[in-house]
């Protein structure tokens, strides 16, 4: 079975970093994009970086700067550095991938479980 599992969340001062890593499992034989994506209290889950297989990045506008996502395709992992978090930074972190190929039809859309962040002022 394949899964998406985050960690690395958890409650930093404003101006912090944390590091979250999401690591795929099962009998996988590759990964296209990569994703993070997040949602705050009462908000909707909102894009905050994708890398491409072959590295290419995408940012939303609130993160740029500040953010790094990354990925290690051997290890099936993908990584989001977050420095200069801001209060309003706190959500739900949730990994994607928009597409996994497996033995048999490729599976689409996939997600964690997601690891809360909470940054204090």
């Known amino acids: 079975q394949v899964q998406l599992v985050e960690s690395g969340g958890g409650l930093v001062q404003a101006g912090g970093s944390l590091r979250l890593s999401c690591a795929a499992s099962?009998?996988?034989?590759?990964?296209?994009?990569m994703g993070w994506y997040r949602q705050a209290l009462g908000r909707q889950r909102e894009l905050v970086a994708t890398i491409a297989s072959d590295g290419a990045t995408n940012y939303a506008d609130t993160v740029k700067g500040r953010f790094t996502i990354s990925r290690d395709n051997a290890k099936k992992t993908v990584y989001l550095q977050m420095n200069s978090l801001k209060p309003e930074d706190t959500a739900v972190y949730f990994c994607?991938?928009?597409?996994?190929?497996?033995?048999?039809?490729?599976?689409?859309?996939?997600w964690g479980q997601g690891t809360r962040v909470t940054v204090s002022s």
């Open positions: 099962g009998n996988i034989l590759g990964i296209n994009v």
């Open positions: 994607n991938a928009d597409r996994i190929w497996v033995v048999g039809p490729p599976l689409r859309d996939v």
